[in-house]
């Protein structure tokens, strides 16, 4: 059975990090796209950040630049998302979704989320 299960999520203070995974399970993630969104409530769901297949480029929305990193280690067929300097706005449930190799274009399935609350 083909998954994505997030995890890692929980309550930070305001400027604390965060480190979530996305394990896949039921596929070999070596040829997938990984990016990871977020949704708050009463908000639309936003991309954050992805990491493509082959040659592992990744890109950032402009408000996690420079806070927020996503890598992948293929051989535990996981990808992380680190998040530093966390602020409240940022709170959501935080979803990671697979396409097959670039993160261009419509992701093919999609984890359960894993929710991320900061707040003091």
């Known amino acids: 059975q083909v998954q994505l299960v997030e995890s890692g999520g929980g309550l930070v203070q305001p400027g604390g990090s965060l480190r979530l995974s996305c394990a896949a399970s039921?596929?070999?993630?070596?040829?997938?796209?990984i990016g990871w969104f977020r949704q708050a409530p009463g908000k639309e769901r936003e991309g954050v950040s992805c990491?493509?297949?082959?040659?592992?480029?990744?890109g950032y929305a402009d408000s996690v630049k420079g806070r927020f990193t996503i890598s992948r280690d293929d051989a535990k067929n996981t990808v992380y998302l680190q998040m530093n300097s966390l602020k409240p706005e940022e709170s959501a449930i935080y979803y990671c979704?697979?396409?097959?190799?670039?993160?261009?274009?419509?992701?093919?399935?999609w984890g359960k989320g894993t929710p991320v609350t900061v707040s003091s």
């Open positions: 990491i493509s297949s082959s040659d592992h480029k990744t």
């Open positions: 039921g596929f070999t993630l070596d040829y997938y796209a």
């Open positions: 979704a697979a396409r097959l190799g670039s993160c261009q274009g419509r992701m093919d399935f």
